[in-house]
C-alpha cells in the first residue's frame, strides 16, 4: 500500500469508513460500497497482523483487496462529489435565517433565538447582518430592547446604507428612550425622500418617526406625519388611536396652531374613511364649532340627529 495514499494503521479503515457513510448520506450508494470493503479488508488484516505477531507467523501486508489504482480512482472521485455537494448539503445561512424569520412571533421568540444559535455554532462564517436583525427582533418581543438595540447596531455596522435596519435601529434607540439618536436616524431616512419606498417600510419609518416627534414635544410634526400615514394605511392602528391624537392637534391652545387644523384634517379623513361612525360625526361637529364654522357644524348635527 502506497503510503503517500493513506497512512497504514488503525486509522486508515477509519477513514475509509468516514468516507463511505459521507457518500453513503448523499445517496451515492455505489460509490460508497467499494470504500466500506476496504475498510473492513484493513481491519481483517489488522486483526489477522496482530494474530500473526503474537504466534510468529509471518504478517499479512495491509491493503485490503481493492487494488491500488482503483482506490486512488475512488478517492478522486470522493473528493471531487464532497467539493460538488459541499454547498448542496442542506439549506444556506441564508435560507436557514429567511425560515427562522417566517416563524417569529412573541411566542417563538426563545426557539428563533435557539435556532440563530444553531446556525452560528454550524457554519464557519460570521452570522449575517440578517441574522443579527432577526436575533434582534426576537430580543425586542421578549423584552430585551437593550440587548435588542446591540443586535441591531451590529446589523446596522453590517449594512450601514440598509434602510430597514436604519428604521429598526431608530425604533430599538426609542425603545430604549434615546429620542435623539432615533430622530438622528430616522429623520435621515424620511429626508432622503420615501418616493420609492414599499409601503410597509414607509408605513414603520411614519409610526416610529411620529412617536419620536411627539416625545420631543414637535406635536405640529407628529401629527402632519400622523396625517400622512392615515392616507397611506389607514388601517395601521385602531380608529380610537386616530382620533385620540386628532384631538391632541385640536387641543392645541393657539386658534391658528398648524396642529389645529392637522387636528381637524385627521379628524375629516377619519370620518371619511367610516363615514357612519357617529363619535367622529361628533368629534368632527364639535371641532367645527370650535373653529367657527358653524354651517359645517350644523350639518353634522342634523346629520346626527336624524338617525337617531
Known sequence: ????????????????????????????????VPFYRQAFALLVAERD??????????ST???????????HGLLKSAEALGSQTKQDQGPSMDDQIQELAAELNQASALQVMAGLRAI??????????????????????????????????????AEPDSIAFQINTGAARLAEGDVDGALMLLRGVYNAGVETLELKILSALLKNLSVAEARADHLDEALRLRLQWFQLAPESVPVERWLKWAKEGLASSAQDAPARSLGLDLLKALLEQHPQDRKLMQGLADALEDQGDYREASLLYRELLRSE
Open 120 to 157: 452560528a455554532e454550524g457554519n464557519e462564517q460570521p452570522m449575517p447582518a440578517a441574522g443579527l436583525a432577526l436575533l434582534a427582533k426576537a430580543q425586542m418581543l421578549l423584552g430585551k430592547t437593550e440587548d435588542g438595540l446591540k443586535s441591531f447596531e451590529a446589523a446596522l455596522a
Open 49 to 58: 497482523n496482530l494474530q500473526a505477531q503474537l504466534g510468529g507467523a509471518a
Open 61 to 71: 501486508p495491509v491493503g485490503g483487496d481493492l487494488p491500488l489504482e482503483a482506490l
Open 1 to 32: 500500500m502506497n503510503p503517500s495514499l493513506i497512512d497504514q494503521d488503525g486509522s486508515a479503515a477509519d477513514r475509509f469508513y468516514e468516507i463511505a457513510e459521507s457518500l453513503n448520506v448523499r445517496g451515492a450508494m455505489e460509490m460508497a
